[in-house]
């Protein structure tokens, strides 16, 4: 059977596979246009397969938001290149939607929800594997909501995601400390959240170094309550000079606004994944010995 470039084509938009892909499967089917499709779906999940085992350390950080509730979501692929690309970034964002919407942070149960047209998320990610050949996952999501109040979200290069929860203040105040968090990281809200033996392993330390000074015991007692108090300031997102106004702390930008954090969530590509080191000079003469 004569394969025509209309068929092709519309191999080609219902699958979003690469034109030569298009028309081998339409080859090796005779033509028949479902069974290419099948033929495409099952050629893509042998080679999502293949490409799994492969380290995914870039991608984008995507959020969604709706009536007092919004959503991070960390998709990853291998290189800055296909992180940037239309598709990626097209299915990266459906991905957000479809993550706000059904409420789960369960990545697989999110791989199992219907992207368009009858087809599943975890299929979309098979096809987009095979089209960009990369290893693709989706690696995982974040939920917040808060009744009665209002989030800041704030995406710094589709590389860190933020969200802030407040009760009282507005949007715009939300998105600036959301956009401090992206900045600063701070690890903690405020000292009540500060574990305990987080809290105790930094007297420990401040201990030991004050009583090197050789000072008496009360003024030593003096320099570890002014210390942890320091370190309590830096650790803690109230305590952190606002990045937009060094001259007051996000806890006093806070009280002046009536308001305060009831969430913070913050996402960053790649954090804690193991990424490969390239030796690129090894790698350029391995080549040019044809090995």
């Given at each position: ?47 999502a ?16 938001g709706?009536?007092?509730?919004a ?26 939607e ?10 697989k ?49 589709g ?8 009760q ?26 500060v574990p ?16 090197e000074?050789g000072?008496?015991?009360e ?14 300031a ?24 009536g ?33």
């Open positions: 059977m004569s394969i025509t470039a209309s068929l092709v084509k519309e191999l080609r938009e219902r699958t979003g596979a690469g034109m030569m892909e298009c028309k081998k499967a339409l080859v090796e089917t005779d033509g028949d246009l479902d069974a290419a499709i099948e033929h495409l779906r099952k050629s893509g999940l042998a080679k397969d293949k490409k799994a085992g492969r380290v995914a350390a870039e991608g984008a950080v995507i959020d969604a709706d009536d007092g509730k959503v991070l979501v960390e998709i990853n692929c291998e290189t800055d290149f296909v992180a940037k690309d239309d598709n990626f970034l097209g299915f990266a964002n459906r991905v957000a479809i993550a706000l919407a059904s409420g789960t942070e369960d990545v149960a999110l791989g199992e929800a219907e992207f368009a047209d009858g087809e599943t998320v975890e299929a979309r990610r098979q096809q987009l594997v095979a089209k960009l050949g990369e290893n693709i996952q989706l690696r995982r999501t974040a939920h917040m909501e808060v009744d009665g109040g209002v989030i800041g979200r704030y995406i710094h290069g590389r860190i995601g933020v969200l802030v929860g407040l009282g203040g507005n949007e715009e105040l939300a998105r600036d400390i959301a956009m401090h968090v992206a900045a600063l990281n701070p690890p903690y809200v405020d000292e009540d959240a305990a033996e987080v809290l105790e392993r930094e007297k420990n330390i401040l201990k030991a170094q004050a009583e000074s000072k008496p015991a003024i030593i007692e003096k320099m570890i309550a002014g210390r942890l108090r320091k370190h309590l830096e650790i803690t997102l109230v305590g952190q000079p606002f990045v937009k106004d060094g001259d007051q702390t996000v806890g006093k930008l806070l009280e002046s606004a308001a305060r954090v009831v969430g913070m969530v913050r996402l960053e590509v790649g954090e804690g994944i193991e990424k490969e080191e390239s030796d690129f000079a090894a790698e350029v003469m391995q080549q040019a010995r044809g090995n």
